[in-house]
């Protein structure tokens, strides 16, 4: 695979904004925790005027839409957002009746989600909205000469592939997207084995010596252990 | 059909396009042949025709015996005032030839055919017979040759003749079939050559009904004509009249089957009138707008009550999701305030299906258990119980009774009302300040006023009119705040009005609100 390839990624400076728009306050506190976890620069509205304002002026790449808002409704700012400029919308129905969801769509809505989803959902979503319109989080992930393909699920180290199960290739995924971060291992398991996985934790540990034996890192600067509380990357001095 | 909706929407499986329906109606039905198949119009016309033909039928058959009656006395009467005034004549003139009264005149052949000549006409044969019917004089005459014979008359008519003393009149028919009326009548004996009394005679005068029959004839054969005629007009005219009138029912019947295959918004839009078919359409237009704005009121707070549901268990599902997923990042401030939300929304979710049970619960039963109680003693209750929350607000919680009010409730569900309204007036009042509770009885209107008073920032007035309806809340972020599910005054409203009486808001903003509960009171048990 030619390294090259990866050096014509958009500009990796600046982070995908989404526009998180919802009367609710937890709702809205738990998507903008949610997505500033994932990387994304969130800001927020609570009702259609501001959320117009918002998008004119931060400008997003997507914007989560409530339908049900005081003022004017979401499907009202979703065909004011459309008429304002090119802008990925994903609608958040408490209804779903069918004739809801053909108006939200109708009104230029990219998908829609029916209240309660999990945030699991709304991410996978909203990456594929990003991707529809050519936005892409992060194709390749990279530090240093380790580079993860999430479209091809390949992992090179310095040019050299290799072979990870697909375990081992989330639990690297979820280090890269987050470094430095250091992860407990019950929070590994939730991401990587689910949260209905009732296993025990010791299976992480497993995971994570075979995958510093694939990656060569055998001084454990990679895969950095927390004595008490888990693992997490540490960028190596080779750094970007 | 009308029905069928009905039917439709008690069995509760209503739904606006329910395809179903379209089989379960009448007209799919393997049709037997009854009068329910006729149309309407038709069957109108028909019964209108034939009472019309029936109608023509009687007055003409009416008519027709009446006239040939007239027409048979008539010519009975000509022949009875020729006879008398004959024999008047013969009477007068006295002599050897005249009627020698008293006593029945004897005379000869010779004379009494002179007398049949002097009453004989064109039409009316005159002869003299025997009591056996042979003919003794006649009147030769060309109606004579026709007239019919003594014999046709009812057999013993001579004794009955000479019984009574007097003559007597049979219409009879000839050998040729048409009708007479002949005349009898006892006059005398026959003076024989030898100047002895002969046998009893009696004069008969026969007159044709030709005439008459003609007439008679005639009027049968219009009267039948116009019988027929009639009742063909009379079903031509009743369809086009019945199609007149029965048009709105048509489209009624159309509008019914297009509202039960589930187009709720048609009308039928008869226009206004006070006769039974206009009235029936109104009724039926207003039948339809309660069902439509009972089912849109259903349909609206089932989406309503799953909004308010799925609300909650969005941001529980989320927030718990945050915490799987250690979105926290280690932070335990941000683990306490997630998990603080949470459990605020577990909190107002329990809050949210104990309002929908208890309104359904409302909704569904009707209060059986009324007693009689003293709505004081209650509020009295409810002042003690509320107290302590009251405090904890930093407010007073106030009573004012005048005497003992009663009034038929069920207690725990009125006991409910004032609770909600209390609750309500203690969540949106300000620090220190006082929530009063009245009940008075108003002498003018024997009812009971059950008053909540706050001095909280009011209602506004667009929000007024909406506030007791289910899931209103005007300033929905005060109202997240306060932990309203918006069903209370719903509840408190629907409460009040399975006891008979009616609650009402006053308000302006700023000035407080003041809820008022009016319940029909009753006099206090002995």
């Known amino acids: 695979m030619n390294v090259n390839e990866w050096q014509e990624q958009p500009d990796q400076e600046r982070p995908i904004s989404v526009l998180v728009v919802d009367d609710e306050p937890l709702i809205v506190e738990m998507l903008t925790m949610g997505l500033n976890y994932e990387g994304f620069k969130v800001s927020v509205a609570t009702n259609g005027l501001e959320a117009l304002d918002q998008a004119r002026e931060v400008k997003p790449d997507l914007v989560v839409l409530d339908v049900m808002l005081p003022g004017i409704d979401g499907i009202e700012v979703c065909r004011r957002l459309r008429a304002q400029g090119d802008v990925g919308v994903l609608m958040l129905t408490a209804r779903g009746e069918l004739e809801d969801r053909v108006q939200g769509l109708d009104s230029g809505a990219d998908d829609y989600l029916v209240k309660p989803f999990t945030f699991k959902e709304l991410m996978a979503r909203a990456r594929a909205i990003l991707r529809r319109r050519g936005i892409n989080i992060q194709k390749a992930l990279r530090m240093g000469d380790l580079i993860l393909d999430r479209q091809t699920r390949r992992v090179t180290r310095g040019g050299r592939v290799i072979e990870l199960t697909p375990r081992e290739f989330d639990m690297l995924e979820l280090f890269l997207t987050h470094p430095r971060q250091v992860f407990t291992r019950d929070v590994i398991l939730n991401r990587v084995w689910g949260y209905d996985y009732l296993g025990d934790t010791n299976v992480i540990d497993v995971h994570i010596r075979h995958l510093r034996e694939k990656l060569g890192d055998d001084s454990r600067s990679l895969i950095r252990s927390v004595r008490g509380v888990g693992y997490g990357l540490e960028p190596s001095s080779e750094a970007e | 059909m009308a029905w069928n909706l009905l039917a439709k929407l008690s069995n509760g499986r209503w739904t606006m396009d329910d395809r ?96 049949t000549r002097g009453l004989s006409g064109t039409d009316v044969a005159v002869t003299v017979v025997d009591a056996q019917g042979v003919v003794m004089a006649s009147a030769q005459s060309a109606v004579s040759e026709i007239a019919p014979h003594a014999s046709v008359l009812p057999t013993g008519w001579a004794d009955t003749l000479m019984a009574r003393k007097q003559g007597q009149w049979w219409v009879v028919s000839d050998k040729g079939g048409k009708r007479w009326v002949a005349l009898v009548t006892p006059i005398g004996r026959i003076l024989t050559q030898d100047d002895t009394q002969g046998p009893q005679v009696f004069l008969e005068q026969a007159a044709s009904l030709d005439t008459a029959d003609a007439v008679l004839n005639n009027m049968r054969l219009l009267l039948v004509l116009g019988t027929i005629v009639g009742a063909i007009l009379g079903v031509i005219a009743g369809l086009a009249l019945t199609r007149t009138v029965l048009r709105p029912l048509d489209k009624m019947v159309r509008t019914a089957e297009a509202i039960a295959d589930g187009d709720l918004a048609r009308r039928v839009q008869m226009p206004e009138g006070r006769n039974e078919i206009a009235r029936l359409g109104a009724t039926f237009d207003h039948m339809v707008n309660r069902l439509a704005a009972a089912l849109e009121a259903q349909r609206r707070f089932v989406a309503d009550a799953s909004h308010e549901l799925r609300t909650p268990l969005t941001s529980l599902q989320g927030l718990s999701e945050m915490l799987l997923m250690g979105a926290d990042r280690g932070d335990s401030s941000t683990v306490q305030r997630t998990v603080r939300g949470m459990h605020n929304e577990l909190g107002r979710m329990g809050r949210l299906v104990n309002d929908m049970l208890t309104l359904s619960r409302v909704d569904s039963t009707a209060p059986t258990s009324f007693v009689t109680i003293d709505a004081s003693r209650l509020l009295a209750e409810i002042a003690e119980q509320m107290a302590p929350v009251a405090e904890a607000r930093g407010l007073r919680l106030d009573l004012r009774c005048y005497g003992p009010v009663c009034v038929q409730a069920e207690p725990d569900r009125l006991k409910q009302v004032v609770l909600n309204l209390v609750d309500n007036a203690l969540r949106y009042s300000p620090q220190g300040s006082a929530v009063q509770m009245s009940v008075a009885l108003d002498p003018t209107t024997g009812q009971a006023r059950i008053e909540v008073q706050d001095t909280g920032p009011g209602i506004a007035p667009e929000d007024l009119p909406h506030i007791f309806d289910r899931f209103y809340r005007g300033d929905l972020s005060r109202a997240r705040a306060t932990g309203n599910t918006g069903l209370g005054l719903a509840i408190a409203r629907a409460i009040v009005e ?19 509960v009016t319940l029909p009171a009753v006099s206090p048990p002995d």
């Open chain 2, 498 to 516: 399975t006891h008979g009486g009616a609650i009402e808001a006053h308000s302006s903003p700023g000035e407080g609100a003041l809820f008022r």
């Open chain 2, 20 to 115: 179903r329906l379209k089989n379960h109606r009448p007209s799919s039905i393997v049709r037997r042949p009854s009068i329910w198949s006729v149309p309407v119009g038709l069957q109108l016309s028909v019964i209108y025709a034939a009472l019309l033909a029936l109608t023509l039928a009687l007055l003409g058959a009416f008519l027709y015996i009446w006239l040939n009656g007239f027409l048979v006395n008539n010519t009975a009467d000509r022949l009875t005032r020729g006879r008398d005034l004959a024999l008047a004549q013969q009477t007068h003139r006295g002599g050897p030839h005249g009627f020698e009264p008293p006593g029945p005149p004897i005379l000869s052949i010779a004379d009494y055919t002179n007398f």
